[in-house]
T-cell receptor, first 112, second 113 residues
Framework: GENVEQHPSTLSVQEGDSAVIKCTYS??????FPWYKQELGKGPQLIID?????GEKKDQRIAVTLNKTAKHFSLHITETQPEDSAVYFCAAKGAGSYQLTFGKGTKLSVIP | SAVISQKPSRDICQRGTSLTIQCQVDSQVTMMFWYRQQPGQSLTLIATANQGSEATYESGFVIDKFPISRPNLTFSTLTVSNMSPEDSSIYLCSVGTENYGYTFGSGTRLTVV
């Protein structure tokens, strides 16, 4: 089955700096890659996603890049703000499957 | 995207008892899932709730421990049976749609004492 590795497990950045979180996946047939933000005491919230026919997607301060050859995808957050502090999870969905496989999460702390 | 209402939001239960968690969606969805998130950990899929048929369980999860109902395309329940402290976790309902990806409920925080 699919295996998703996520790095780093913790990340601290100064407010205004950029943050990058990286994930690798094992199933070359995977075709959907969402990113979730989970704040304390809340359920995961979808913040951006990308499909395998696209290399990059951007939504304001958030962007995701996908390298199918290397089987990795990354979340980029620019101009970080304290409210970006949360745990971020990447996930992958295999072709022909309806299930998401999640990475272990990255705890992002933005220091004012 | 679909809006999910999950109840209860939290509960403290005695060991040996059972708790049923409800998941209500504001639109009809084909795909509905139940996840467990142990403290400080990632999300683990328990099962896929199938409308009108038995749920499909992942390795390590069995129907006797986690019975699931899916009477229609907008509602599902997950029961955690014969609870022990190891069942203390966040339980999450999720739905998947073709256009809007996968949405999660706010979760049920279960503590077993």
């Amino acid at each position: 089955g699919e295996n998703v590795e996520q790095h780093p497990s913790t990340l601290s950045v100064q407010e205004g700096d950029s943050a990058v979180i990286k994930c690798t996946y094992s199933d070359s047939a995977s075709n959907y890659f969402p990113w979730y933000k989970q704040e304390l005491g809340k359920g995961p919230q979808l913040i951006i996603d990308i499909r395998s026919n696209v290399g990059e997607k951007k939504d304001q301060r958030i962007a995701v890049t996908l390298n199918k050859t290397a089987k990795h995808f990354s979340l980029h957050i620019t101009e970080t703000q304290p409210e970006d502090s949360a745990v971020y999870f990447c996930a992958a969905k295999g072709a022909g499957s309806y299930q998401l496989t999640f990475g272990k999460g990255t705890k992002l702390s933005v220091i004012p | 995207s679909a809006v999910i209402s999950q109840k209860p939001s939290r509960d403290i239960c005695q060991r040996g008892t059972s708790l049923t968690i409800q998941c209500q969606v504001d639109s009809q969805v084909t795909m509905m899932f139940w996840y467990r998130q142990q403290p400080g950990q990632s999300l683990t899929l328990i099962a896929t709730a199938n409308q009108g048929s038995e749920a499909t369980y992942e390795s390590g999860f069995v129907i006797d421990k986690f019975p699931i109902s899916r009477p229609n395309l907008t509602f599902s329940t997950l029961t955690v049976s014969n609870m022990s402290p190891e069942d203390s976790s966040i339980y999450l309902c999720s739905v998947g749609t073709e256009n809007y990806g996968y949405t999660f409920g706010s979760g049920t925080r279960l503590t077993v004492v």
